[in-house]
């Protein structure tokens, strides 16, 4: 793996720009909700990008008869 920054909203806008055309074939809506002040993510910026299309085409996938996937990505502090 090659660790470097990446900015989590970008990497997911950019799968969502692939996925764009399978999902609407497939009458499916992908909504997206990300917090504006997403943090860096210290990983391997290809894994990330093949985890998120994984995850994003098994739900259009799933979704034989349409539908909506919402992808959402926050922070949260453990409590």
Do not use: W
């Amino acid at each position: 793996p090659e660790y470097q920054e990446v900015d989590i909203g970008r990497k997911i806008d950019s799968v969502l720009l692939l996925v764009a055309h399978a999902a609407a074939r497939a009458g499916v809506t992908i909504k997206k909700q990300l917090a504006v002040d997403l943090p860096t993510l210290d990983c391997d910026a290809e894994q990330f990008k093949q985890l998120i299309l994984n995850l994003t085409l098994n739900a259009v996938q799933a979704m034989p008869e349409g539908g909506v996937v919402l992808i959402e990505a926050r922070t949260e502090c453990a409590s």
